[in-house]
């Protein structure tokens, strides 16, 4: 990926992402993998307390 | 259109009166958030505002004490209580939880309901979920009520959920939620996702694709609380919407839940109405939102406003009686819900530039001009209050185009005018006030607090670390994070939260507390507020704190020991750095601020006092704040309680009373 890390997929997953990502416009497969990675990540921040007290403060302009 | 706004006219007051008031009086009372004395001299000077001119000609204007600490929730709820922070509670935008360390706002909070039932997938709840206000002490809108003084109470901030006194109307402001339960939260859908979105506060990036000219999206909105939670699960609610594209004409066709409208590039639409469907078919959660088509191409770009709770159908409550803001909607139209509904947040971040701001700042403000011009034409008797925040809000945003010494100044020649024009904005509504109120109408316009520029942040906790008062765990110092990460609490003695706030690890209060009260906290006040005082800025050799405040020695109140230990009142030009107030530990003590929000008021309180220009002498040399609450009371006869510690500045020596006495 971006740092030269690999992943391994099942070559039928890698042909379907591969597909997807180029129908929703993305730029790559990297690109489309890293950020349903990153979705995928929010979705696990959002059960954290401290994520829940931050999504309730930082809409405040006082705060950054 | 006339006979409508006839009929909203009789409604205003129906009903309101519990008995005849003391003495009737009429009183209209502007709350202008963040009007500066020296601002609103110097534009009077320039002849920019002629209505203020004639006010303070024929009645009085001087500047209004200001609470410590100088921010908004501190001072609206003194005004409010007439009482200082010991005796309402709010000391802070920001307060803290002393078992857990973590931060929350002060304002209201969000009780879950306490008894659900499952049923498969579903949760049923056998009670409501409720919030309630944190803000202690009488308001003294329901004194006035006891004595059968109608009220009406529009937008004061600290007021969510309203109180809902009897005989008063009230429309909830600052501190009210988007339907997420934020202060504000605002979506950007565009096919090129900044390179800063990562870092987005206050609002959310999402990744779209343009196929064959349309764009298919959703709203995102609040968990679904008919849905039983499971771990790492997103219960989150959805609404979809499509974007068809033309673009010959620089312009696109909306389709929102049913609903058709165009937007040319660079247009706003009016409130749009959004469902979102929790237990179809019977219970859907609505929301207003506005849509912003910021380009077409190259990249698609739409900003969607935070989820305003719907003012026709609340889901939570924001008006009393709980049917008023559906009223105020029938006579005015859609409105903005959210406590500060200016997103500061987008044009910080680049989601919206200067005039973009401008654009939605306007809209705001016509809409509470819309608002408020109703409420007067139905204002028989008693009290009016209206809140205006424009002023504040291009403030805190616009500085940066008026100032030149400013770090992030930027020369625009229409935005450097930006907030002398929402002066005048504000002049054209007093103006109207003064055409319509008859002789009989005191009119009272006040501010909050003044306005200073925001040049360079102070990293507290980073400065308590340097001088020992903060251990961490692995020696090194915090990974950054926020939220105290990696703090020793068992070997740490202060830390600051909010954005004045520095609390002692206090033993017996917070979790892991370590100093004793008594002898060993007063000596550690002593120590930190000398060390305090004498904090310079190694760059440019100036002071940084030109005041501390201690709560249990300076206020009054069965609240003194609830807040902050000291209150910490920066030097003109310096505030809180960004990272301070949600316990980060940066690695400078004093960083330059290059943010938006470039002006700020989270100072010294003597540096930042509010205004008070009335129809009638000002009578007390140095009014405040507190003597503003009995002063209204005053004017309706009512006298004020013994907690109230005011005087009333409009009165002759003759009518200056005791608190607690009654005339």
Not at chain 1, 13 to 40: N, P, Q, T
Not at chain 2, 160 to 187: H, N
Request: aromatic share 10%; proline share 6%; net charge negative.
């Amino acid at each position: 990926m971006m740092f030269g890390r690999s992943i391994k997929l099942e070559r039928e997953l890698y042909e379907s992402a591969k597909k997807h990502a180029e129908s929703a416009g993305y730029s790559s497969l990297d690109e489309f993998v890293a950020h349903a990675l990153e979705r995928e990540m929010a979705r696990f921040r959002e059960d954290d307390p401290e994520e829940q007290v931050r999504r309730r403060l930082h809409g405040l302009g006082y705060l950054s | 259109m006339m006979r409508a706004a006839g009929v909203c006219a009789a409604l205003f007051f129906a009903g309101s009166l519990v008995a005849a008031p003391a003495r009737a009086e009429k009183v209209v009372v502007l709350g202008v958030d963040g009007l500066d004395p020296r601002l609103l001299q110097r534009f009077m000077r320039d002849g920019d505002l002629p209505n203020f001119s004639r006010l303070a000609a024929t009645g009085d204007f001087k500047e209004l004490r200001t609470a410590a600490a100088a921010q908004s929730p501190v001072a609206w709820s003194t005004f409010i209580t007439g009482m200082d922070p010991g005796g309402h509670g709010i000391y802070d935008f920001v307060h803290r939880d002393p078992q857990t360390m973590l931060p929350y706002l002060s304002m209201a909070r969000t009780v879950p309901p306490s008894r659900s039932l499952a049923v498969g997938p579903w949760n049923v709840p056998l009670s409501r979920a409720r919030v309630e206000s944190l803000r202690k002490g009488r308001a003294f809108w329901e004194i006035l009520a006891e004595r059968g003084v109608p009220t009406a109470i529009v937008r004061m901030p600290v007021n969510f959920p309203p109180i809902g006194a009897r005989g008063s109307r009230e429309l909830s402001g600052m501190g009210t939620p988007d339907l997420l339960g934020t202060p504000g939260t605002f979506s950007y859908y565009t096919d090129t996702i900044p390179g800063n979105a990562g870092e987005f506060t206050g609002g959310k990036a999402y990744r779209v694709s343009v196929t064959d000219d349309v764009v298919a999206a959703k709203l995102h909105g609040p968990e679904n609380p008919f849905r039983r939670k499971k771990k790492n699960t997103s219960l989150e609610l959805t609404a979809d919407f499509q974007v068809y594209l033309d673009r010959a004409n620089r312009a696109a066709l909306f389709v929102v839940g049913g609903r058709e409208f165009v937007l040319k590039e660079g247009e706003w639409s009016e409130w749009v109405e959004v469902e979102f469907k929790a237990l179809p078919p019977l219970v859907s959660l609505k929301a207003l939102a506005r849509f912003y088509l910021k380009g077409i191409s190259p990249d698609f770009k739409l900003y969607v406003s935070p989820l305003q709770i719907h003012p026709r159908d609340p889901v939570m409550p924001i008006s009393s009686p709980p049917d008023w803001s559906a009223e105020l909607c029938s006579c005015v139209g859609y409105f903005s819900t959210l406590g500060l509904p200016i997103d500061t947040k987008a044009f910080s971040h680049g989601v919206l530039d200067g005039r973009e701001f401008w654009d939605q700042l306007v809209l705001v403000d016509d809409e509470a001009r819309r608002l408020f011009r109703h409420l007067l034409r139905g204002h028989r008797d008693g009290l009016l209050f209206f809140y205006f925040g424009a002023v504040d809000q291009g403030s805190h945003m616009l500085w940066h185009y008026m100032d030149k010494e400013h770090p992030h100044y930027a020369p625009d020649d229409f935005l450097a005018g930006g907030i002398r024009k929402l002066y005048q904005r504000m002049d054209e509504v007093l103006g109207h006030l003064l055409d319509e109120a008859d002789r009989t109408t005191t009119i009272i316009v006040m501010s909050d607090h003044g306005f200073a520029p925001f040049y360079r942040g102070v990293n507290l906790n980073t400065w308590l670390s340097a001088q020992g008062y903060v251990s961490f765990l692995h020696g090194a110092g915090s990974s950054g994070q926020g939220f105290f990460a990696d703090v020793d609490w068992n070997r740490t003695r202060a830390y600051a939260v909010g954005l004045n706030g520095l609390y002692v690890n206090l033993k017996g209060r917070e979790k892991s507390g370590i100093v004793e009260t008594g002898a060993e906290y007063e000596r550690l006040l002593d120590e930190l507020e000398a060390k305090l005082l004498a904090m310079t800025d190694p760059a440019t050799g100036q002071r940084v704190v030109t005041q501390v405040t201690r709560p249990r020695r300076d206020f009054n109140g069965p609240y003194k020991e609830e807040g902050p230990d000291l209150i910490v009142g920066y030097a003109w030009g310096y505030r809180s750095s960004w990272e301070n107030p949600l316990g980060g530990f940066p690695k400078e003590i004093i960083t330059v601020n290059q943010d938006a929000w470039s002006g700020d008021h989270c100072i010294d309180s003597r540096l930042v006092p509010g205004v008070l220009l009335a129809n009638r002498k000002i009578t007390l040399p140095s009014p405040g704040l507190d003597d503003l609450t009995v002063t209204v009371l005053d004017e309706f006869g009512v006298s004020a309680p013994v907690e109230m510690r005011g005087r009333d500045c409009l009165a002759d020596g003759e009518r200056q009373l005791e608190p607690g006495r009654t005339r």
